[in-house]
Antibody
């Protein structure tokens, strides 16, 4: 049974960066895509982008293009998501989610989720 | 404003049947399959329905999904207290070239 284990909570200053990790265990990492979804306090879910692990090819939602970097390390079956130039509006729980297949596009839904990493941006 | 429109709240009494709607457009629901997620307070979303009407293993058959045109629905029959949660619809959007979610519906079991 695949599990996604995320890194711990972070508190960051405005203008700094944060890098969140998501380690996959119990499954074949290369065969799946990973997406990152965030949820601000009291708000809904927002897709940030995804990566096809086997090709290490990321894709970003337009809102996050240029400020977010998603990578994958096949040797450690770990995906990473870095957000730069943090602002207070980035305070949220960040989830990684595995897709049901090798791509993050429409035919491959998000079926397994990590427990989430809380990132707080405050001066 | 979310690309997919859901009612912010829904409610029912134990044993009742409730439905939650999700409205989109031709670039998302109208041409793609819809998935539904259940999020209990303080937890990660859980896949409830995929490909419009398919239930993952372990999801009770009290939960069912449907799609027609540019709208989708989640139905919960035999409502139970443990069904109290937030529910989100999600699909791919060809215009935005990414995944989009509904704003979420908070279900209260009275």
């Amino acid at each position: 049974q695949v599990q996604l284990v995320q890194s711990g909570a972070e508190v960051k200053k405005p203008g700094s960066s944060v890098k969140v990790s998501c380690r996959a265990s119990g499954g074949i990492f290369n065969s799946y895509a990973i997406s990152w979804v965030r949820q601000a306090p009291g708000q809904g879910l927002e897709w940030m982008g995804g990566i096809i692990a086997i090709f290490n090819t990321p894709k970003y939602a337009p809102k996050f293009q240029g400020r977010v970097t998603i990578t994958a390390d096949k040797s450690t079956t770990t995906a990473y998501m870095e957000v730069r130039s943090l602002r207070s509006e980035d305070t949220a729980v960040y989830f990684c989610a595995r897709h049901s297949g090798y791509s993050y596009t429409s035919d491959f839904y998000m079926d397994v989720w990590g427990k989430g990493t809380t990132v707080t941006v405050s001066s | 404003q979310s690309v997919l429109t859901q009612p912010p709240s829904a409610s029912g009494t134990p044993g009742q049947r409730v439905t939650i709607s999700c409205s989109g457009s031709s670039s998302n629901i109208g041409s793609k399959t819809v998935n539904w997620y259940q999020q209990l307070p303080g937890t990660a979303p859980k896949l409830l329905i995929y490909s419009n009407d398919q239930r993952p293993s372990g999801v009770p058959d009290r939960f069912s999904g449907s799609k027609s045109g540019t709208s989708a629905s989640l139905a919960i029959s035999g409502l139970q207290s443990e069904d109290e949660a937030d529910y989100y619809c999600a699909t791919w959007d060809d215009s935005l070239n990414g995944w989009v979610f509904g704003g979420g519906t908070k279900l209260t079991v009275l």
